[in-house]
């Protein structure tokens, strides 16, 4: 294991390393991880960690021989075209969760969570406190990176504490990665952001760090609101709130709300949904980041038995206001332990309702990822209506990157006991997996997957009931020899079949093979064939002018996918498929630009497009949907951001501009507009639906640190 240094002295960060505290530092090595794995990188590489009483640094020195790479734009932009820099801090070393800090040569700031060792999607949604100052001269860029205690979880054990720390930088000219300690390229981009990959690393601390953060937040707008051809609904909105977070010790944490913020300043992208299942999307409430993975509770696909978002806002998206809660996370002796519990008030015809959800995990084996763990979540209503889930899972993992998944879960929410006297699995979810989850070599994923018909997590996410699904994986991948244009050749097989489980009868199936192909300039591509069957019980439709009709189908297509090097000031990706869809045969395609002009300016944008005719029903069904973004930052502590869309489907035009002034770190103000206009006949527009929308608004936070 190695030890930190520890200084007393001032470090002042203007990312030129010229304190004599400098001298004291554990100095990393760096190897290269790609393209070619083993070689020492060429030019002048410098990287040193050093510890105080209350923070961690980490500095680094770095020549560059093909021009800077300075493209990187506001907070939380991880953007590849730009050159890197990134640390990984394991604090519990528990080889699963991690918090990372990534800059650039222009000083910007990425953070950001992971969980479930990089396997579920990164959290761009934590935040947290920490400073960077970086340096430019001719060939080279230097950083210093100061991360308070105060901003980490981690397990002290008398005047010890030990981490999981590993770093990485990133050449966007030749889309070089190399890294701190030795990381195989084995997982693809994701092998940088394992905590299973990092080297434990210890330092002294005399007394955990237990800071309160009270961070309230006041806002106001004006909006307009026109629904059909009524007249305009005019809102003056004036409010206010606020977050308190609370380290009691250096692994437990306690978040409490009053009138929880609903991110007023974010938008979501529209999205073209042909499928009639519904679309998981992100959380993005500061107050439920916190160890936001710990909660997580997969059970199959999108699939979850707590999801926060039912939290608070109504199934079609409506906010409904909550008057507060509070959650607790941590973990002591090996136990993780995740408590919350939200009020909300009555609106839109729904009573009060109290939100709870309670997990606790037990990591089985320091150097694996096995635990088991149990999970509960309850909806109870204030007149006496509930819904309350419960279960179990285990993870098992095994040499050779082999990991045994198995969850179960239960619902209650029926009080006359209807559900049940039609069997106890009608109300239960059951998951069995495998999976070698490597990317070189043999790897594979088999799962079966059953749901009851009357299985309803009150507070999750499910798409589809009453089935039993097989899948999953099976591919084979190669890593090219050093000589060699390629960098990674991947044959993979997909699968799945769902039976109905009432009637037995298989209700949807899929098989298909691809091909997908990496170079070390960082160009790709991906192309392949799939085949399907829908057998759909009621039809659903698509657009006013088509819709699919309940009945048998079996349809496929054939796809390519490029992608250029994301280390280019222009880069992209496209998609294109032909076959058919259900009874209808056609053509789909996206193309996703993306220009930085210079390390202020960048232009992006998305063009969707469906065409699909069904010639025996005489019915067309066509779409197109483009977006547009905007990112402008003059200053370091400023950005602007503008995002225009359309969709040609729902004639809807959408706009959403934001400021947002980081005045110091923790002190924040958002002015934020949005307008949108739905130009569809009226009698084709629902009741409720709008046809103009005007709003802006203005927010500030701030940040009280005791």
Do not use: C
């Amino acid at each position: 294991m190695t030890v930190i240094p520890r200084t007393e002295s001032r470090i002042i960060l203007d990312g030129q390393l010229k304190d004599p505290a400098w001298e004291q530092g554990r100095i990393l090595p760096l190897t290269m991880s790609q393209p070619v794995y083993g070689r020492i990188p060429g030019g002048e590489s410098q990287l040193t960690v050093l510890s105080s009483e209350k923070a961690l640094y980490i500095a680094g020195h770095f020549s560059v021989s093909e021009g800077l790479g300075s493209r990187q734009l506001s907070r939380d932009d991880l953007d590849y075209s730009s050159d890197l820099f990134a640390v990984l801090i394991d604090g519990y070393n528990d080889e699963e969760n991690a918090y990372v800090f990534i800059t650039s040569p222009s000083g910007n700031k990425t953070d950001l969570a992971i969980s479930d060792d990089a396997e579920s999607p990164k959290n761009f949604n934590w935040d947290a406190f920490w400073s960077v100052g970086v340096h430019h001269e001719d060939g080279s860029w230097s950083f210093e990176i100061r991360i308070p205690f105060s901003s980490l979880q981690y397990q002290q054990e008398q005047d010890s504490v030990t981490i999981g720390l590993s770093a990485w930088k990133y050449t966007a000219a030749n889309n070089q990665f190399d890294t701190y300690p030795r990381i195989k390229n084995d997982y693809g981009i994701n092998s940088y952001f394992k905590p299973s990959r990092a080297a434990d690393f210890s330092f002294f601390q005399e007394k955990a760090s237990t800071p309160l953060f009270i961070s309230p937040y006041l806002l106001g707008g004006y909006g307009r609101k026109t629904v059909g051809d009524g007249p305009p609904i005019r809102r003056v909105l004036l409010d206010a709130g606020g977050d308190v977070k609370y380290r009691w010790s250096s692994n437990f944490t306690l978040d409490a709300t009053v009138n929880t913020d609903f991110a007023q300043v974010e938008g979501d992208d529209h999205q073209v949904n042909l499928s009639r299942f519904a679309i998981y999307r992100d959380e993005k409430r500061a107050f439920f980041q916190e160890r936001a993975g710990l909660f997580s509770f997969n059970t199959g696909g999108p699939t979850r038995l707590f999801y926060s978002r039912r939290i608070g806002l109504t199934n079609d998206g409506r906010q409904v206001p909550l008057y507060g809660g509070f959650r607790l996370t941590g973990r002591s002796n090996g136990w993780d332990v995740g408590l919350l519990t939200m009020q909300s008030a009555p609106k839109y015809g729904l009573e009060s309702e109290n939100f709870g959800v309670l997990r606790i995990r037990k990591k089985l084996d320091e150097s694996t990822s096995s635990y088991v763990g149990m999970i509960s979540t309850s909806r109870i209503a204030r007149d006496g209506t509930y819904n309350i889930a419960y279960g179990a899972d285990a993870v098992w993992e095994v040499p050779r990157d082999i990991f045994f998944t198995g969850r179960y879960a239960h619902t209650l929410s029926d009080p006359s006991g209807k559900s049940y006297a039609r069997g106890w699995l009608n109300n239960t979810n059951l998951l069995l997996s495998v999976q070698r989850r490597s990317r070189v070599g043999f790897f594979y994923t088999f799962s079966v997957n059953r749901v009851g018909r009357d299985y309803s997590p009150g507070l999750g996410f499910l798409d589809r009931w009453d089935f039993t699904r097989y899948g999953d994986r099976m591919a084979y991948g190669w890593v090219a020899p050093e000589s060699s244009v390629f960098q990674k050749i991947q044959l993979i097989a997909d699968a799945f079949v769902y039976t109905k489980n009432t009637g037995n009868e298989i209700e949807s199936s899929s098989i298909g093979l691809k091909n997908y192909i990496s170079f070390k300039s960082g160009f790709s591509l991906q192309f392949g064939l799939k085949r399907q069957t829908e057998k759909l019980y009621e039809g659903y439709p698509l657009s006013p002018a088509a819709d699919i009709p309940a009945g048998g189908y079996r349809f496929g297509e054939l796809f390519l996918t490029l992608s250029s090097g994301q280390g280019r000031a222009f880069r992209f990706n496209t998609t294109t498929s032909v076959g058919s869809y259900f009874d209808g045969r056609g053509i789909a395609g996206s193309f996703s630009p993306e220009w930085t002009i210079n390390s202020n300016i960048e232009l992006s944008g998305e063009l969707e497009y469906y065409n699909i005719r069904f010639q025996k029903r005489s019915q067309h069904y066509k779409s197109l949907l483009i977006r547009g973004r905007l990112d402008f930052k003059p200053v370091s502590r400023m950005a602007v951001s503008g995002l225009a869309q359309y969709s040609k489907l729902t004639r809807i035009f959408s706009s959403f501009a934001r400021l947002r002034f980081n005045i110091v770190d923790g002190a924040d103000l958002f002015l934020v507009y949005k307008h949108g206009r739905n130009s569809s006949p009226l009698e084709r527009i629902r009741n409720g639906d709008f046809t103009g929308i005007h709003s802006v608004r203005a927010k500030f936070s701030y940040t009280f640190r005791y």
